[in-house]
C-alpha cells in the first residue's frame, strides 16, 4: 500500500496549470491530494495550513508565482514586473513568519531580472520557460539541501538514541526528508535504532498529525507526548538530542519556530539534552538582526478554544493568547544544522561568515 511518504508535498502538474498538494488539514485520518489554479486557491492553502512547513511554503510560491504569470498578457517588460510584484505581494501576505516564503518569491522575482537583463531583453516567452525551470530548482534545491541537512545532523546521534522533535519539521514540511527529521531518516536508513519522541503540538497537532504519522509509516519507533510531558521524559534521561526545524533564523541566531519550541530549548537547557535547529541557508535571514523583529503570525482563536474537539471546551467570550510560533533565544541552542554544516556560537559570526562564503 502506498505510504504517506510516496507522496509528493509540492508538485507542478496538469501542463502546469495546477500546483497539486497534499491537503495537511485532513491528515493522519484521510490523504486527500487537492489541485490549485488560481491566486485565491493559493493563498488560502497556505493560510489555511493545508501547505505548511517554511520550505514547502517557499516552493508552493515558487510554483505559484510562475503559474500565475504564466498567462500574463503583458507587451512590455515593466507591464509584466508590476503584476509579478502585485501578485507576489498577494502570495507573501499569506503568512507573516517563514522567511523561505518571501526569499522564494525574491528569488523568483530577482531571476526574472537577470534573465532579461533589467529589462532589456524582454522574450515574455522565455522569461515564463526561464520562470517554470527557477521554481523546479527552488523545489530540487530543497531535496538537497535537506539530504545534507540529515548527513551533518546524523554526526550529532549515535545509534540507540532518544531523539526528541517539536511540530513537524518532516517530510511534509519540505519535498523530502525534512530538516529535523533527515537525520532520523538517515539514520533509520543505516539501520540505526533510534527512538523518536514527537510532541503533539498545540494548537493544531503538527506532531500528532504529521510527524507521528510520517515517521510512524517510514518504521520508525515513534513516541507521541502532550507538549506539557517534555520536562517529565527529559528527566528520565530518555532524550539524548532534541531537533527542531525553524521558520525563521535572525542574524544572531535567534530562531522562530512553532509555538511551545522555546519552551522545549528551556527545559532541555535544565536537564543538559543538546538542543539543535535545523536550518536551511534560507531559512536565515541576515536582515534581521535579531528575534525581536520577527513577525510572530498571531491565529484565530477557535483553534485553541473549538478545534479537534466535539463540543467547544473553554467558555464564550474568553480571551485566547495564540501566537502561532515564538523565539528560541540563541543562548539555548546548542547549534544550527545547515546544509553547509553545523553553525556554533558566537551565531552572529558563523552566520556572517557562512554568507559571506556562500557569496
Ligand atoms: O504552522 P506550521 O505548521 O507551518 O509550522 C511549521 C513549523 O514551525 C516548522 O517547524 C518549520 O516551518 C520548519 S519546517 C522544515
Request: aromatic share 8%; net charge negative; proline share 3%.
Amino acid at each position: 500500500m502506498k505510504s504517506i511518504l510516496d507522496y509528493e508535498t509540492v508538485a507542478l502538474v496538469d501542463d502546469d496549470d495546477a500546483i497539486e498538494i497534499i491537503d495537511q488539514t485532513l491528515l493522519p485520518g484521510r490523504i486527500e491530494i487537492i489541485r490549485l489554479h488560481t491566486a485565491k486557491e493559493i493563498w488560502d492553502a497556505i493560510y489555511l495550513l493545508q501547505v505548511r512547513g517554511a520550505p514547502a511554503i517557499g516552493v508552493t510560491a515558487g510554483f505559484g508565482l510562475y503559474l500565475l504569470m504564466k498567462h500574463s498578457k503583458a507587451l512590455v517588460y515593466d507591464e509584466f514586473m508590476k503584476e509579478l510584484r502585485e501578485k507576489s505581494d498577494y502570495l507573501n501576505s499569506s503568512r507573516p513568519t517563514a522567511v523561505n516564503l518571501s526569499w522564494a518569491l525574491k528569488r523568483m522575482e530577482e531571476h526574472v531580472k537577470n534573465v532579461t537583463k533589467d529589462g532589456s531583453s524582454f522574450d515574455i516567452d522565455e522569461v515564463i520557460k526561464e520562470m517554470r525551470e527557477e521554481s523546479e530548482r527552488i523545489k530540487a534545491e530543497d531535496i538537497d539541501v535537506c539530504r545534507r541537512i540529515g548527513e551533518n545532523g546524523l554526526t550529532l546521534i549515535k545509534d540507540g538514541d532518544g531523539l526528541l522533535t517539536h511540530c513537524n519539521a518532516g517530510q511534509l514540511a519540505t519535498c523530502k526528508y525534512g530538516t529535523a527529521t533527515a537525520p532520523m531518516y538517515l539514520a533509520h536508513e543505516k539501520g540505526w535504532n533510534i527512538k523518536v519522541y514527537c510532541d503533539e503540538t498545540r494548537p493544531l497537532l503538527q506532531g500528532a498529525r504529521l510527524t507521528a504519522f510520517e515517521l510512524h509509516s517510514a518504521g520508525i519507533d515513534t513516541t507521541l507526548l502532550c507538549d506539557n510531558m517534555s520536562a517529565s521524559l527529559m528527566k528520565t534521561g530518555a532524550v539524548n538530542a532534541i531537533f527542531v526545524g525553524c521558520d525563521r533564523v535572525a542574524a544572531n541566531g535567534d530562531a522562530a519556530n512553532k509555538i511551545g519550541t522555546s519552551m522545549v530549548a528551556t527545559v532541555a537547557k535544565r536537564y543538559n539534552v543538546p538542543f539543535y535547529v535545523c536550518a536551511p541557508t534560507s531559512t536565515i535571514d541576515i536582515n534581521t538582526p535579531t528575534g525581536d523583529q520577527i513577525n510572530i503570525e498571531q491565529r484565530k482563536p477557535e483553534e485553541v478554544t473549538e478545534m479537534w474537539y466535539s463540543e467547544r471546551m473553554a467558555p464564550e467570550g474568553v480571551k485566547v493568547y495564540n501566537p502561532a510560533f515564538d523565539v528560541t533565544d540563541n543562548e539555548l541552542i546548542t547549534g544550527i544544522v545547515t546544509e553547509y554544516g553545523v553553525l556554533r556560537a558566537p551565531y552572529d559570526k558563523a552566520i556572517r561568515e557562512l554568507f559571506e562564503k556562500k557569496k
